[in-house]
C-alpha cells in the first residue's frame, strides 16, 4: 500500500510569488492534516480535513494560506504571494479516526523563499 | 493551552550508551502522548504511543511510560545503535482538538559506532 506522497520534494520561489503543494493521503484515509515545521522550531499544525470539510483550520497563519481537498481525496496548500517567513517544511499526514490513532506523514516538501 | 516541552539537542552519543530524551507536556484532561522518529530523508514515522496513565509504549527497543503526576513522557534505550540516528518528536493530541497533534522542537540524536 502506497504511503501519504507529497510534491514537490523542494520548492525554491522568490518572495511574492505564488506555489502550490500537493498532498495525497493514504486511500481510505479520511482525515488530512497539514502541518509545518519553521527551521529548528517545534511543528505546527496548520489544519485538518475531514474527507472534502475543513474541520479545523485554525492553524492556519493568514488568508494568504488557502488549502482545499477535491473530492475528499488529494489535498492542495496553496501561498499567494509568498513572504519570506513562508520558507520551512511542509508536512502532511492522514489518518482513519482520530486523537489516539496513528498519523501516516508524507516526507515533505522544503519551500524556500527568496 | 496545549504544549510539548522537549529536551533540547543535538544528543550525541556512542553506540551501546544508554539513552534518554526528556519531554513534558501541558494539556487538559487526558491527552495520548507519542514519539515520532525522522530518519534522513524521510517523513516522521511513529515509534511508539501511550494512550491513558502509566501506560507504556514499546517499540524498537525504545520505551516511554505515560507518567501524569509528573506531565513527563520520557524516551529511553538501554543500547542505542547506529541505525538510531534520527530526529525525535513528541507529541500530544486530544479527541477535543480532533485529532491534531502538538508537537516538541525535536531532538537530532546522533550515534557513532
Known amino acids: 500500500e502506497a504511503g501519504v506522497t507529497q510534491f514537490p520534494s523542494h520548492s525554491v520561489i522568490e518572495k511574492g510569488q505564488t506555489v502550490t503543494l500537493r498532498c495525497d493521503p493514504i486511500s481510505g484515509h479520511d482525515n488530512l492534516y497539514w502541518y509545518r515545521r519553521v527551521m529548528g522550531k517545534e511543528i505546527k499544525f496548520l489544519l485538518h480535513f475531514v474527507k472534502e470539510s475543513k474541520q479545523d483550520e485554525s492553524g492556519m497563519p493568514n488568508n494568504r494560506f488557502l488549502a482545499e481537498r477535491t473530492g475528499g481525496t488529494y489535498s492542495t496548500l496553496k501561498v499567494q504571494p509568498a513572504e519570506l517567513e513562508d520558507s520551512g517544511v511542509y508536512f502532511c499526514?492522514?489518518?482513519?479516526?482520530?486523537?489516539?490513532?496513528?498519523?501516516?506523514f508524507g516526507p515533505g516538501t522544503r519551500l524556500t523563499v527568496l | 493551552g496545549d504544549s510539548v516541552t522537549q529536551m533540547e539537542g543535538p544528543v550525541t552519543l556512542s553506540e551501546e550508551a544508554f539513552l534518554t530524551i526528556n519531554c513534558t507536556y501541558t494539556?487538559?484532561?487526558?491527552?495520548?502522548l507519542f514519539w515520532y522518529v525522522q530518519y534522513p530523508g524521510e517523513g516522521l514515522q511513529l515509534l511508539l504511543k501511550a494512550t491513558k496513565a502509566d501506560d507504556k509504549g514499546s517499540n524498537k527497543g525504545f520505551e516511554a511510560t505515560y507518567r501524569k503526576e509528573t506531565t513527563s513522557f520520557h524516551l529511553e534505550k538501554g543500547s542505542v545503535q547506529v541505525s538510531d540516528s534520527a530526529v525525535y518528536f513528541c507529541?500530544?493530541?486530544?479527541?477535543?482538538?480532533?485529532?491534531?497533534?502538538?508537537f516538541g522542537r525535536g531532538t537530532q540524536l546522533t550515534v557513532w559506532p
Open positions: 494539556a487538559t484532561g487526558y491527552p495520548s
Open positions: 499526514a492522514s489518518s482513519q479516526m482520530q486523537a489516539s490513532h496513528e498519523q501516516f
Open positions: 507529541a500530544l493530541s486530544r479527541e477535543s482538538t480532533l485529532g491534531r497533534l502538538y
